[in-house]
C-alpha cells in the first residue's frame, strides 16, 4: 500500500497551524444487555481513545474512557475540538490520561472546544485533569454541555499556574467559558471569565495565601436536595489547602463548585472529595478510583 507524505502529517498542520480544528468524537448508547458501548467514534491527531472500562458500584452500565494525547500539550495556534454525546439511558465516565501542558506562545494562542449532549436518562461525566499553564501560555476553553430533563452530568474545569523555570513568571491569558442549555438551546446557566497570570497570582496570594490552583465543578440532576448541598460543602469543610463555595445553579440546573487550592495535588483531591460526594448524594455509594 503506498501513502503519501502528506497523509500523515496533514492532521497535524491542521491542528497546531490554524487551518481545521483537529476533533475526536464519541457516541455512547445502551446496549440491550444494559451496557454502555461507543457505538461510534473518530479521533484525529493528537487524539486517541482507550477501550472502555468498567467500574464496580457505577451507575448502571456505566462505561469509563481514558482520553490520550499523543503530543506534548497544547502549543500556540492549536484548535482542539472535542464531541461526547451519551445517548438515551446510557451512562459515561470520561477522564484524560494525565493533566495537559499549555506551552509558552509568542503573540497567538491555543483554543479548545468540548461539546457534550446528555440525553433523557443518560448519565455524563466529564472530569479532565487541569490544564497546566506555564508562562506565557495563552489559551480559550470553551465547554457546551446540552442537557435532556431527566439526564445526570457532572461537568469539571480546572487549572493551574506553573513557573517551570521558577523566574517569577505567570501565563499570558486564559479565557473559559462553561454554557449549560436545554435541547430547544433555552441557557440554564452560563459561568465565564478571562483572567491574565499577574492578576491570577497576586489575586490568590492576598492575605498571606498560596494558592495557585483554580477548579470549578457542576452537577446537573432533575432535582437538588438539602442534603445533597450539605454533603458537598462538607467535602470542603476542614481543609487548610483549598478555598471553596457551593451554590444553587439558575433555572433549578443543579449545583455549582469553585475552589482554589494550594498546588495540584491538593485541587485533585478536593475535587475527587466532591465527586465522590455527587454520586453518594444521587446513588448513596462511593465511585471506584480510576487509575491514572
Known amino acids: 500500500m503506498n501513502l503519501s507524505v502528506r497523509d500523515p502529517v496533514e492532521p497535524v498542520a491542521a491542528g497546531r497551524f490554524g487551518g481545521r480544528p483537529a476533533s475526536m468524537s464519541i457516541e455512547f448508547a445502551r446496549a440491550p444487555d444494559g451496557l454502555t458501548h461507543i ?15 468498567r467500574y464496580e ?25 472535542t464531541t461526547l454525546i451519551v445517548r438515551e439511558g446510557a451512562a459515561a465516565h470520561v477522564t484524560s490520561q494525565a493533566s ?20 433523557q436518562g443518560a448519565w455524563l461525566e466529564y472530569l479532565p485533569d487541569p490544564l497546566i499553564l506555564f508562562p506565557g501560555a495563552r489559551v480559550e476553553s470553551r465547554v457546551r454541555l446540552t442537557l435532556a430533563e431527566g439526564a445526570h452530568a457532572v461537568v469539571a474545569d480546572s487549572f493551574l499556574a506553573h ?36 492578576a491570577f497570582r497576586e489575586a ?13 465543578m457542576a452537577m446537573l440532576l432533575p432535582k437538588v436536595e ?17 478555598y471553596g463555595g457551593v451554590s444553587l445553579l439558575p433555572n433549578d440546573a443543579g449545583v455549582w463548585v469553585r475552589l482554589v487550592a494550594s498546588d495540584g495535588a491538593a485541587l485533585r483531591h478536593a475535587m475527587v472529595a466532591l465527586w ?17
Do not use: W
Not at 39 to 53: E, K, L
Not at 57 to 81: F, I, K, N
Not at 284 to 291: G, K, V
Open 39 to 53: 457505538a461510534g467514534q473518530y479521533a484525529a491527531y493528537p487524539f486517541h481513545i482507550c477501550r472502555p472500562f
Open 57 to 81: 458500584g457505577d451507575p448502571a452500565g456505566m462505561a469509563t474512557v481514558y482520553m490520550q494525547s499523543a503530543s506534548g500539550g497544547l502549543y500556540e495556534h492549536e484548535r482542539l475540538e
Open 100 to 119: 495537559t501542558i499549555v506551552h509558552e506562545m509568542q503573540g497567538g494562542k491555543a483554543e479548545q472546544d468540548v461539546t457534550l449532549r446528555a440525553e
Open 163 to 198: 513557573d517551570s523555570k521558577a523566574a517569577g513568571r505567570s501565563f499570558d491569558r486564559l479565557h473559559s467559558e462553561i454554557r449549560i442549555e436545554r435541547e430547544d438551546g433555552r441557557l440554564l446557566a452560563c459561568d465565564a471569565f478571562s483572567i491574565g497570570g499577574s
Open 204 to 216: 490568590l496570594t492576598l492575605g498571606g495565601r498560596a494558592f495557585a490552583t483554580h477548579g470549578s
Open 226 to 242: 438539602d442534603h445533597m448541598l450539605a454533603a458537598l460543602r462538607a467535602a470542603l469543610d476542614g481543609r487548610d489547602d483549598c
Open 276 to 292: 465522590h460526594s455527587m454520586r453518594r448524594a444521587v446513588l448513596n455509594r462511593n465511585p471506584a478510583p480510576r487509575r491514572k
